[in-house]
């Protein structure tokens, strides 16, 4: 029996795609590489069940046949894109929330629920579930799994990692397996719900998620810490931990994000300004005008030409949206925009930032500055035009010296992006030729034949 037929008795006719302009969709995603015309997949199906997600990676294997699990395709280093005659297997099907427990604090999901109505459905419930990429309206919970996905509210909260208990995940195999408990703890053997966790679609395709809530913060509030220096602002990001308060989110902005924001949104952003922390903080309301005051004294105390707090949620939000428009925004400046994740040590930020200016200046290239600074990550954000080569030359050229010199600070190559076919060749420069042999040979016990998501994360042998 020919495969399109094998895969129309799993999962019914409906939910298989052979026409070549549906196909060809899947050879991008939100990252700035595609497959092109030469990487078009063979099908794409969307599975309903975790037993027919086996019984197609069952056949796949069988048949060795790529496949490429697939969320809402938005991650930006190239993970979800196609290769030539794959299966490309889309989870947004699997969208159920199958239980949310407020006794135990615990919700159970499948892989294509969409991250933000996941949070208000909780958040109606005095819960709290606080990973917020921001893309949250609409990514997957299971994308966020596999990517190991963060967001503004890291620097308090963490990241999506810290909120899985426990997973079920098909292997390349067939075989479903389900990692971790519905307990706040368990030591059961080695961690694979972690292992899985951040695996970026290359070791097995994730069916059911168990995730820890947390009460709902009574309140929050917001204010805007406005620079003429960026130094200074990024000075300011590590004296704040010190002082004892940890802010919920501590967004840094350098000028171009600033007027690109302000060109795009006009909500009166300070288009002077060198640099600005966009900071919130939650929890009990009594505590609330106490931790923002703190912040606010040390803002000034290191050179704030202003510090505003927002008067209302109103007020508040119209900055978050700005936030949330940032990507957007810049995209108007140039067409294509490579959008770096590289992390440091917070007190290395001061001297990550002007790194990343410096070489900026040395290939004459635009390289914007946003950082999810509280917890260190920051999106350099490249902002070029692919058609234009000898650019991209010098943006190259950029790349390779920013990497090892913010390596060098103790940082990551990626604090949330993932690594994908875009960081691939770089990460041998971060975990080492032992840590590239000890991956490969996990994906190999997994994946014998090679067939899930290959060449991404590991490169292609
Ligand atoms: C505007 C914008 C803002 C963003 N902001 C953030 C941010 O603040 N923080 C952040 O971390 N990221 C951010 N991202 C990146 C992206 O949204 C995240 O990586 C997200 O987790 C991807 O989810 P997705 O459903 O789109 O997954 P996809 O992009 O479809 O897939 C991502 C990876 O996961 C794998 N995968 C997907 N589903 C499964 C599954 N069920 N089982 C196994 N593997 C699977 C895929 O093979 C791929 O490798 C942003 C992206 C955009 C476009």
């Known amino acids: 029996m020919k495969l399109i037929e094998r895969l129309n008795n799993i999962v019914g006719n409906e939910n298989v795609f052979d026409k070549y302009e549906d196909k060809y969709c899947y050879t991008y995603d939100a990252s700035t590489i595609t497959s092109g015309t030469d990487g078009v997949p063979l099908v794409v199906v969307f599975p309903n069940s975790t037993k027919e997600v086996s019984e197609i990676l069952k056949i796949a294997n069988q048949e060795k046949i790529p496949v490429i699990p697939r969320g809402k395709g938005t991650n930006v280093s190239g993970g979800s894109i196609s290769v030539a ?4 297997m889309v989870m947004t099907k699997m969208d159920r ?89 368990s030591v059961a053997g080695y961690d694979l719900t972690r292992l899985f966790i951040g695996s970026e679609g290359t070791l097995g395709v994730i069916t059911k998620i168990i995730v820890k809530l947390i009460p709902l913060p009574e309140g929050k509030k917001t204010m805007l810490a406005i620079f003429d220096d960026m130094n200074k602002a990024s000075e300011t990001v590590a004296e704040v931990f010190m002082a004892g308060v940890v802010p919920t989110t501590m967004e840094l902005l350098d000028n171009i994000y600033i007027r690109s924001i302000e060109d795009y949104v006009k909500i009166g952003l ?23 005051n703190i912040i606010s004294e040390i803002c000034k105390k290191q050179g704030a030409t202003q510090v505003k707090i927002a008067k209302d949620d109103k007020e508040a939000e119209e900055l978050w949206v700005a936030r949330r428009a940032a990507f957007a925004s810049v995209s108007r400046v140039k067409p294509t925009i490579i959008g770096e994740d590289a992390t440091v040590p917070r007190d290395k930020i001061p001297a990550a930032v002007e790194k990343i200016r410096e070489i900026a ?35 190259e050229k950029a790349v390779e010296e920013m990497f090892p010199a913010l390596l060098a600070m103790g940082g990551t190559l990626t604090g949330e992006h993932g690594i994908g076919r875009v960081k691939s060749k770089y990460l041998p420069m971060e975990v080492g030729a032992e840590g590239i042999a000890l991956m490969k040979a996990i994906k190999k016990t997994l994946d014998p034949n090679n067939i899930l998501n290959p060449s991404q994360m590991l490169g292609d042998d």
């Open 97 to 185: 929330i199958l239980s949310i427990e407020r006794k135990n604090m615990i919700a159970e999901l499948e892989p294509g629920v969409i991250t933000g109505e996941f949070q208000s459905q909780v958040e109606q419930m005095g819960l709290f579930y606080p990973p917020d990429p921001a893309s949250k309206a609409f990514s997957t919970i299971g994308g966020n799994v596999a990517e190991c996905a963060g967001g503004p509210r890291g620097a308090k909260y963490g990241v999506t990692r810290d909120y899985v208990l426990g997973l079920e995940v098909v292997l390349p195999t067939g075989e479903i397996v389900k990692t971790g408990a519905r307990t706040m703890k």
């Open 85 to 88: 005659g794959s299966i490309i």
């Open 361 to 395: 200046k040395k290939y004459n290239i635009i390289i914007a500055v946003l950082g999810h600074a509280g917890d260190g990550n920051l999106h350099a954000t490249i902002l070029t035009d692919e058609r234009d080569l000898e650019e991209m030359e010098r943006v």
């Open 270 to 292: 300070p288009v002077e300004a060198d640099a600005v922390l966009l900071i919130e903080v939650d929890g009990d309301k009594e505590i609330l005008d106490k931790h923002i």
